[in-house]
């Protein structure tokens, strides 16, 4: 039990203060400080029998208040018990951190940009790394994790298939389904194959398997790369003359930049299959008039336009996670924080990408499709 | 006296705003094991992390093997850095490959070695620290002194004629502690491996050193020999040896 009281420029303490009290007590003494007119508040501790680090804290905190608020807070006639627990649990001594004054507004706009401006040095910096280990290593394979390129190649690629088999059908299948509806009004529904065709080749399909891959491997790659990072296993590569991202991001390169294009492919060829089945079972088009009509609709360039996107999103998946893997900071918590954030960053960047893909392609082509 | 082979002058290095060491001055020689003791949080390995460039610093100049690293080109570095093991703190080995592997991973990359003498090698390095039975094992299967074995094992694996140390024999049992630092004269004496090892441990202090550096809060409290070290009167270092 603790009871305040006050008397003249007193206050007085009595009975013990602890984790319970601590709560109440800060807020009482605080009122109570404020309510004397100062500048001298004396605590008289003389009848408190017993503190805990908890009330050690509580005290130090009313000190730092009364200098916050020009009241000198003076401790009296501590008791033994209490000048030790004192002594253990004190803050006083130890130096506080000194407040960073966080400046004006222009201050804190002009850190902000340069701020910006260091992540981007980074990753400019980590793109060219990429770049250069990539090409060299297709000459030297010295200094690049041996047999990881399978390796990466299955946990990237051939365990994605599934996931990205089901999702293209589905998607296929509702696009159709959608459309459907709206072309038989005009008894055009053959058009349904042109329709999903292009849409599958030139979107679609690209865009469905690198969300994928931004969700598998974006993350995967961020997680094994942070944590690398924290462990030291990156420093420990340092130290024996090899470079994180020639021996581990390399192989990873590769990996995505071979099985991306492909499961876009697959991808394209199952969603344009999942609208084959809409259009049978719904529209009585065959199979065979509708594979012909998307031959006819299909052309080299919308393939061509497919693939690249694929492969510049492969690569916008495995930079950004090793962009925010390496730049991890604060222990394993870390790793998790950069993880999410892999995943979201990629996607967007996809996304963006896609869209000013799609402008370049559109005007590229002298607006004729 | 033997050259200098570790020669670091002024050295200021930071994180970010905190400087952590201030005008850090000191040589190791040729053939010497050269220990950096000091409190936790002083700065030794920091120290360490400067002396293989994973940190540039603030200023001041390291010298390995009497070439000034700071401003030398990666390559360069990179040639200079097969000539240094670093043993680091954690141990830092790689989590998703086994013990045998991480060892063998300076061999294939930096020597045309055949997969069989590859082997043969790592065997014998793991013979060395006593781990000949975790060979297959993943990093992750180790306790906390056999992982910090295998990292010397690596570390020590293309037979570097430097070896930075960081708290060797922290996790470790008295007994292997001392196993371990005869194994460190031994490389010291059969070799002539020039080392630099960053340590708490008294007795293991007062087996190997041949130097001391003491470090306090970034600043080079005392630089020399053992014996010098625990009569000079300086009261931190004489109360590390007494309660050690
Ligand atoms: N990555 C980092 N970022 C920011 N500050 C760091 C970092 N690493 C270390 N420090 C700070 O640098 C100081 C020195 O740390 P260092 O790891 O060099 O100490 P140490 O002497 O090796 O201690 P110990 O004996 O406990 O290993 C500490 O104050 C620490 O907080
Ligand atoms: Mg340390």
Redesign the interface.
Known sequence: MLRITDQDQRIILEGEMGMAQAREALAELKSRAASLPGPEVEIDLAQLRRIDSAGVAVLNELIEWGRLNNRTILLQHSPDQLREAFKLFSTEAASTDTQVDAGGFFYRLGNGMVNVWESVKVFLYLIADAAYFSMVGLFNR??IR?GEFINQAVLIGVNALPIIALISFLIGFILALQSAAQLRQFGAAIYVADLIAISMTREMGPLITAIMFAGRSGSAIAA?LA??VV???T????????HPTRYVLVPKIYAISITMPLLTIISVVIGIFGAMVIGFVYLGIGIKPFYQEVLTVLFFRDIVTGLVKSLIFAWIIVLVGAYYGLSVKGGSEGVGRVTTAAVVASIFWVILADSILGLIFYFGQGLEY | MAPAIVKVNQLCAAYENDQVLHNVSFTAYEGDITVILGASGCGKTTLLKHLIRLYLPRSGTIELFGEEITSMDEPEFDALLRRVGVLFQGGALLNSISVAENIAIPLEQHTDLPPEVIERLVRGKLRLVELDNAQKKLPAELSGGMRKRAALARSIILDPPLLFCDEPSAGLDPIMTAALDYLLLRLRDELGMSMVIVTHVVPSIERIADRCIFLDEGVVLFDGTLKEAKSCGEEKIERFFKEG
Do not use: Q
Request: without cysteine.
């Open positions: 010295r200094g041996k094994e944590t690398m462990t030291e296993e420093d420990a590569l340092r130290s024996m003359a090899l």
